[in-house]
């Protein structure tokens, strides 16, 4: 099963031009299994979503995207996130009293918004994303590079604001899961893969190799 873990749609991420229906189609098209909405510091698609997936039978499953002192982290399986920007650490633990998971968005992205060195201080972070399709290579494979220093699980993901970018990257996992609570359980084992699309399918990176992520094109 392949899901986009990182997705944003227009309603609460203003950045974005993707509806939706439109993320839907061509997460389809692509051969996703289910989608990730992690807008901007926002979990107000949760409802809407939800409705969503029990009208077509499409899993969307929804998250945060969440700008911590240190940095942006990812973060699903949560009700509850904090007002207030927060330190990265504090950010983590409150996700983990949840019983959610998060993981580094592009951590080495030169826009002062990644973890970077924060990484290697932080405690209880599940995994990095290491293909990040609005991400050079060069930086997704030096996260890729402290993923396999660090003992991180390793995601690939859009982080799509616009249509050509819907699936570009993804994560492989090797079970289906059709609500949050079965995601969870899945991402938990720590057994996904990251994935990147080309020529009308997914090919699967089978370990980090940074060398390879540097040939990539998104």
């Known amino acids: ?120 201080f932080v405690k209880g972070l599940d995994g990095l994303e290491v293909l990040n399709g609005s991400t050079s290579p060069g930086a997704c494979a030096k996260a890729a590079a402290y993923a396999e220093e660090l003992k991180l699980f390793t995601l690939g993901s859009s982080d799509c604001h616009v249509p050509e970018k819907v699936g570009v990257c993804a994560t492989y996992f090797p079970e289906e899961a059709k609500t949050m609570e079965e995601f969870l359980k899945v991402f938990k084992k720590g057994e996904m893969k990251p994935a990147y699309y080309r020529n009308g399918a997914y090919h699967i990176l089978d370990g980090q190799r940074p060398e390879e992520i540097c040939r990539i094109s998104f």
């Open 1 to 120: 099963m392949f899901v986009d873990t990182h997705m944003h749609e227009m309603t609460y991420s203003k950045d974005s031009f993707l509806s939706l229906d439109e993320m839907v189609r061509i997460a389809k098209q692509k051969g996703l299994g289910a989608i990730c909405i992690t807008d901007h510091d926002s979990m107000g698609l949760k409802d809407y979503a939800a409705e969503y997936t029990e009208r077509t039978g499409f899993p969307v499953f929804v998250g945060i995207e969440f700008f911590s002192l240190q940095g942006d982290i990812v973060a699903l399986g949560i009700d509850e996130y904090p007002e207030k920007r927060v330190t990265a650490q504090e950010f983590i633990d409150f996700v983990k009293g949840q019983g959610g998971v998060c993981f580094a968005a592009h951590p080495f992205r030169n826009n002062n918004r990644g973890l970077e060195e924060h990484l290697r």
